[in-house]
């Protein structure tokens, strides 16, 4: 009987916590912020959206996609926020000439809903395209904000 109380009380415990705040999918790698040829500069953002512009200053094509996803910050480590709805993207890609620069945004209150007050942060895949028959070389970038 005092395990199935104990296993009650720890479950209540454990689940406390889960409505408040934000809602986490566990601690986050570091993500590169800028790199020497391509960089995030965020011109807009409010609780449930944002524009940013993607500048290429390199000789290369870059080439990305519309997902992307948000991470916030807890306590100095970064956690993966959970999607409220289920989250859809237009599958399709882009390419930014070389040296130049082009507008980029969404609505993310659609997925992650109205963000409370707190320091956040986007992340985007890209591929570096060096020639016509180059792979790609993937560089992952985080553009940061906040939200007061």
């Known amino acids: 009987?005092?395990?199935?109380?104990?296993?009650?009380?720890?479950?209540?415990?454990?689940?406390?916590?889960?409505?408040?705040?934000?809602?986490?999918?566990?601690?986050?790698?570091?993500?590169?912020?800028?790199?020497?040829?391509?960089?995030?500069?965020?011109?807009?953002?409010s609780s449930e959206k944002i524009a940013l512009e993607i500048i290429n200053e390199s000789k290369c094509e870059i080439?990305?996609?519309?997902?992307?996803?948000?991470?916030?910050?807890?306590?100095?480590?970064?956690?993966?926020?959970?999607?409220?709805?289920?989250?859809s993207f237009i599958e399709v890609a882009y390419i930014l000439e070389k040296e130049s620069s082009c507008t980029w945004g969404d609505n993310f209150g659609r997925i992650y809903g109205n963000l409370p007050e707190g320091k956040y942060r986007l992340i985007k895949y890209f591929t570096i395209f060096e020639n016509?028959?180059?792979?790609?070389?993937?560089?992952?970038?985080?553009?940061?904000?906040?939200?007061?």
């Not at 479950?11 to 912020?33: D, K, M, P, Q, Y």
């Not at 996609?65 to 989250?87: N, Q, T, V």
């Not at 016509?132 to 007061?148: C, H, M, R, Y």
Request: aromatic share 10%.
């Open 132 to 148: 016509e028959n180059d792979p790609g070389e993937k560089v992952t970038l985080a553009a940061q904000f906040v939200i007061v």
């Open 1 to 45: 009987m005092k395990r199935i109380i104990a296993l009650a009380l720890a479950a209540i415990f454990l689940l406390s916590g889960c409505g408040a705040g934000n809602r986490s999918l566990g601690v986050s790698e570091e993500f590169i912020t800028d790199t020497d040829i391509l960089r995030l500069k965020i011109t807009e953002v």
């Open 63 to 87: 080439g990305y996609e519309e997902f992307y996803f948000l991470e916030f910050d807890k306590d100095g480590e970064w956690h993966r926020l959970s999607p409220k709805h289920e989250a």
